[in-house]
């Protein structure tokens, strides 16, 4: 076989650290959120990874009043799939695209897998053709 390929399908079986990358405001998150979250906590389970969450948005934190709400809503849905313990950063009012924070914050701590929702990119948030120029590992995209 391949060894290339061998190489490749190892890179989708060692998912040690996964980010769930979140830009929407909904403050109890949208359906795609929701069910990205849904989807990265299974994956964690499975391959014993660790989830670091990042929430981005191009308004500051104190124009976003139900900012505290939607910090609970994500912390309820990771606990829901078995994940008290996770990492949590935020990308608020930095004037940078999310596709270039999501690839900062991947190449920064090294991380195996992007976990999103095609609704990020059907929204306009994340720009599809971007996420393959700045995200340094693979991307599920989840369909609606």
């Known amino acids: 076989q391949d060894p290339e390929i061998n190489l490749a399908a190892d890179a989708f079986t060692q998912f040690k650290h996964l980010l769930l990358p979140i830009t929407d405001r909904n ?9 990205a979250a849904a989807t990265t906590t299974v994956l964690a389970k499975k391959y014993g990874a660790d989830i670091t969450v ?3 948005d191009e308004k500051e934190k104190e124009s976003l009043p139900e900012h505290d709400s939607q910090l609970s809503c994500i912390r309820w849905h990771l606990s829901e799939g078995g994940f008290q313990e996770f990492k949590l950063l935020e990308r608020l009012g930095e004037g940078k695209k999310p596709t270039a924070i999501i690839g900062e914050v991947a190449d920064d701590m090294n991380l195996d897998l992007v976990v999103m929702s095609m609704e990020a990119i059907h929204s306009k948030h994340v720009d599809a053709n971007l996420l393959a120029e700045f995200i ?3 991307v599920l995209l989840l369909p609606l």
């Open 27 to 35: 403050p109890y998150l949208s359906e795609g959120t929701r069910q």
């Open 136 to 138: 340094p590992c693979p």
């Open 54 to 56: 990042v929430v981005i």
